[in-house]
């Protein structure tokens, strides 16, 4: 059974940093690219691209609202994904999902996808 277990949510004050974990188990990372997602508060149907690396975590890619404030790494050996979240703003609160592709498409586009985790809650406070 696979699972990717997201934490290190919690209320920030903007300004702020936050890093997310997430654990992953039923699957070997190094064969999947990995990503970090989110949804906004009335954004139902809507998980916006946060953050994404390549298998080696050799290549990073952000969205353009956190590019230069979050950064994204993985230790395959631990089966671990990190986002270093800086300079938090209020705009940036949202239920944060981890998820995992053994495919080669678009890194930025939910449907690329095979495995998502729960999300973990960030809050920023202004």
């Known amino acids: 059974q696979v699972q990717l277990v997201e934490s290190g949510g919690g209320l920030v004050q903007a300004g702020g940093s936050l890093r997310l974990s997430c654990a992953v188990s039923g699957i070997t990372i190094s064969n999947y690219r990995m990503a970090w997602f989110r949804q906004a508060p009335g954004k139902e149907r809507e998980r916006e691209f946060v953050a994404g690396v390549e298998w080696s975590g050799r290549y990073s890619y952000f969205g353009d609202s956190v590019k230069g404030r979050f950064t994204i790494s993985r230790d395959n050996a631990k089966n671990l994904v990190e986002l270093q979240m800086n300079r938090l703003k209020p705009e940036d609160t949202a239920v944060y999902y981890c998820?995992?592709?053994?495919?080669?498409?678009?890194?930025?586009?939910?449907?690329?996808?095979?495995?998502w985790g729960q999300g973990t809650q960030v809050n920023v406070s202004s």
């Open positions: 998820a995992a592709t053994r495919g080669y498409g678009y890194i930025r586009s939910m449907s690329e996808y095979n495995y």
